[in-house]
């Protein structure tokens, strides 16, 4: 019974939650969506100052070169601040929020049956038919037991990259 001792940092479960966006349908919709009128905004604000600017409400083609500088800017510039912020609100929640405490020790047990995941008095113990889905990251495995619910095994929480290697390979291996 192969049983893996690692720590989860806050880091660790940032990324967790952001993966967890990532995969959600809706929230990549919703993302696009912003990533997308955001720009476009700008883009129809920057216009219309330059029309009422304008003395004869005539637009040359010169007049859309700044709406359309500022629009290309932000369609780079917006979604790498969108997921700063993210980062940031998610970050809050993990150093002064009711989930402060899931960063620490953890000791995972993985089972052709189950795995079996401890940390300060609880206890996860899921079956692989049970598990939603499974992501492998070059710095983390993801497990997830449901919605609400995650099992997290971050490469650097190891002392020892060889036993994270063979955490991923049982994971890899029971999960189907």
Request: aromatic content about 10%; overall charge positive; charged content about 20%.
């Amino acid at each position: 019974m192969p049983v893996f001792n690692y720590n989860v940092k806050a880091e660790d479960l940032i990324e967790l939650n952001l993966n967890r966006l990532r995969i959600d349908p809706r929230a990549q919709l919703q993302t696009r969506g912003l990533q997308l009128l955001v720009p476009l905004a700008i883009f129809l604000a920057s216009i219309g100052t330059v029309y009422l600017l304008d003395s004869d409400k005539q637009l040359m083609p010169i007049d859309w070169v700044v709406p359309c500088v500022l629009a290309a800017i932000m369609l780079f510039i917006f979604p790498r601040r969108f997921e700063a912020n993210i980062r940031k609100r998610i970050a809050t929640q993990f150093t002064a929020g009711p989930d402060k405490d899931l960063a620490g020790k953890y000791t995972a047990s993985i089972l052709p049956a189950l795995i079996v995941e401890t940390s300060k008095g609880r206890e996860v113990r899921a079956p692989w038919t049970a598990i939603n889905q499974v992501t492998i990251t070059g710095a983390h495995i993801f497990i997830f037991v449901d919605k609400s619910q995650a099992i997290v095994i971050p490469r650097q929480g190891f002392a020892d990259a060889k036993q994270y290697e063979q955490a991923k390979a049982l994971v890899a291996q029971y999960q189907r």
